[in-house]
């Protein structure tokens, strides 16, 4: 019986960290599905299959898009982002 419960507490212990984990990665309110952000400063959409560049913040500055399937930028789509690193 005490190794059933042993097994139990682990279990809620590991969901509990894995849930806590994937908030931190989701902080900003504004981040796409396919993205981790830290917050709204901060896109990483690395290895995403993204076809076409998600919806950012107007304080985006760092946006990570390598590794993706995104084969044409539409003009004035990241005019919004002033002070964006490249």
Same mark, same amino acid.
């Given at each position: 019986?005490? &190794?059933?419960?042993? =097994? !139990? ?5 590991? #969901?509990? =960290? $894995?849930?806590? &984990?994937?908030?931190?990665?989701? !902080? $900003? ?10 917050d %709204? ?9 993204? =076809?076409?560049?998600?919806?950012? $913040?107007? #304080? ?6 390598? &590794?993706? #399937? =995104? %084969?044409?930028?539409? %003009?004035?789509?990241?005019n919004?982002?002033? #002070?964006?690193?490249?």
């Amino acid at each position: 019986m005490n &190794f059933l419960r042993y =097994i !139990i507490n682990l279990y809620i212990i590991f #969901k509990c =960290i $894995s849930t806590a &984990f994937g908030q931190i990665n989701k !902080i $900003s309110p504004t981040c796409p599905a396919a993205c981790n952000c830290l917050d %709204e400063t901060l896109m990483h959409c690395q290895h995403a299959d993204l =076809i076409r560049i998600p919806p950012t $913040s107007t #304080k985006t500055l760092t946006l990570d898009l390598r &590794f993706n #399937k =995104i %084969e044409i930028i539409p %003009e004035g789509v990241l005019n919004h982002l002033h #002070k964006l690193n490249i």
